[in-house]
Nanobody, 117 residues
């Protein structure tokens, strides 16, 4: 079973930036489309961004132009650079694979992002 470890969250003011990292165990990371997901207070978990094995990216409209997903297959790591953060970006952020439109692996612990003045 793949293990996922997210890091990089924290408290940031509106307009600030954070870079999240997620490292996966195993040797097949490079073959999978990966996604960043988030779950805000009182909300369902939502997909925020994906990056394919070929590094093609997609974003939900609410983060387009502000967030950038990237990956380093040599490090089994996917990143989420978040700029121009807004209050509504406050959430626990998770990474997972994205297979047939759904996450395929067990969830990690996530990393908390809090945008507050």
């Amino acid at each position: 079973q793949v293990q996922l470890v997210e890091s990089g969250g924290g408290l940031v003011q509106p307009g600030g930036s954070l870079k999240l990292s997620c490292t996966a165990s195993g040797s097949l990371f490079r073959l999978y489309t990966m996604g960043w997901y988030r779950q805000g207070p009182g909300n369902q978990r939502e997909l925020v961004a994906t990056i394919s094995s070929g590094a093609g990216t997609n974003y939900v409209d609410s983060v387009k132009g502000r967030f950038t997903i990237s990956r380093d297959n040599a490090r089994n790591t996917v990143y989420l650079q978040m700029n121009s953060l807004k209050f509504e970006d406050t959430a626990v952020y998770y990474c997972n694979s994205y297979v047939g439109g759904v996450p395929a692996w067990r969830w990690g612990q996530g990393t908390q992002v809090t945008v507050s003045s």
